[in-house]
């Protein structure tokens, strides 16, 4: 039996089960943890006993997982974008709190982590979502450490899940032409066809602003995206980095569109009247709000369905988009650019696939050029 400690002291023993047991006391009450071995005891011990010279009261450390990412979420919201927090919260309501919402903070093991990315296996989860779900803990652990709450963040000894790259669908320039012939006359057709020429991302498409564009030179200034918020339909978020942050050039065709868009627009307003409502967005409903864009990738599929295309995400003609440009030879910065990439590299590890077809070419075009030296060395 350990004896008794006083406040604010701590004491380690051997159970008749094999555990190690360590308990601190704090303000006459006893914290206890247990332990596979004594080292572990004893650290837990000395933090404890470190976190409590630094203002934990006996209040800070009964604190439940689920309470404290209930307070974590809260300051989210101020700090976070929309879509972030309520990431967040999905992956905490529907898979970490069921597991180890009771649990104390500071109960928390590497271990209780681990059981529960298996479970989530053997339930059929994917890679992916179990990839997020570490992603939310390790931010909502890593806050409670800079709290003073616990000694270390337990995610740090836990593996990040691995997830296969994703193998994702594109047109071929034959589909490409198919889809935006398809596309024409479409309310969302300059939409769609920004979406397969420039490739941006939809958020960013949604985002645009009609001071965005520079009419004499032909080029879309990205600043911001739209983000899906439920009770408000989106709201405006700068993009995620700065390199998302560009300027995009774009066509004659693309110019014209959006000229014809923007008459179609004015028509809007004369037949809304005081319903409108005046954001001065490019892509809008009919009163000037933003835009659904779960109603924007359903009128996409419509158009692939009737011209029979292949079933592929809105955001593959982003894809589709950048491996065109890879493909007919343009240079890996300039797609960079375009794409909002931060490296070049990243450009070249997603479309290796599309560097692979160009280096094809890029072969047969050099041995045309040197042919007839070839042919005098032979």
């Not at 989106?234 to 014809?260: F, Q």
């Not at 779960?294 to 011209?307: E, H």
């Not at 029979?308 to 650019?337: A, E, K």
Request: glycine share 8%; charged share 25%; aromatic share 6%.
């Amino acid at each position: 039996m350990a004896s008794k400690r006083g406040n604010n002291e701590g004491s380690i023993f051997k159970r008749k089960d094999g555990r190690w047991c360590a308990q601190v006391s704090l303000n006459g009450r006893r914290i206890t943890k247990y332990g596979k071995t004594q080292k572990e005891c004893r650290d837990w011990v000395n933090a404890t006993l470190d976190k409590i010279d630094h203002g934990l009261t006996f209040d800070d450390a009964q604190v439940s997982l689920q309470q404290y990412m209930e307070s974590w979420l809260s300051g989210k919201i101020l700090a976070r974008r929309p879509s972030t927090v309520r990431n967040y919260r999905r992956y905490m309501n529907l898979y970490i709190l069921p597991a180890l919402g009771r649990m104390r903070l500071q109960a928390i093991l590497p271990v209780h982590i681990r059981q529960l990315y298996l479970r989530m296996q053997s339930e059929g989860k994917g890679a992916r979502t179990i990839q997020l779900v570490h992603v939310t803990l390790r931010c909502a652990f890593a806050q409670a450490v800079k709290e003073g709450l616990i000694g270390h963040n337990p995610l740090e000894a836990v593996e990040r899940p691995k997830v296969e790259t994703k193998r994702y669908g594109i047109f071929t320039e034959e589909q490409a032409r198919t889809f935006i012939t398809a596309a024409k006359g479409h309310p969302n057709e300059t939409l769609f066809f920004l979406a397969l020429t420039t490739g941006m991302r939809k958020g960013e498409i949604l985002g645009l602003m009609w001071t965005d564009v520079d009419w004499e030179k032909s080029i879309l200034r990205v600043d911001r995206q739209l983000q899906p918020v439920s009770y408000e339909g989106g709201a405006l978020v700068p993009t995620k980095t700065k390199s998302g942050r560009r300027h995009i050039m774009v066509g004659k065709v693309a110019i014209a569109l959006l000229k014809e868009h923007r008459e179609r627009q004015e028509m809007q307003k004369a037949v809304a009247g005081n319903r409108w409502k005046e954001h001065g967005m490019i892509f809008t409903t009919s009163i000037g709000t933003y835009i659904d864009q779960t109603k924007v990738s359903r009128a996409f599929k419509q158009i692939l369905q009737q011209a029979g295309l292949p079933d592929i995400r809105f955001h593959d003609l982003r894809h589709t988009s950048i491996s065109i440009l890879l493909d007919n030879g343009t240079p890996v910065n300039t797609v960079q650019s375009r794409a909002g990439h931060s490296k070049a590299s990243v450009t070249t590890d997603i479309y290796g696939h599309a560097m692979a077809r160009s280096q094809e070419a890029a072969a047969r075009m050099i041995e045309e050029i040197v042919k007839p030296l070839t042919n005098e060395l032979r």
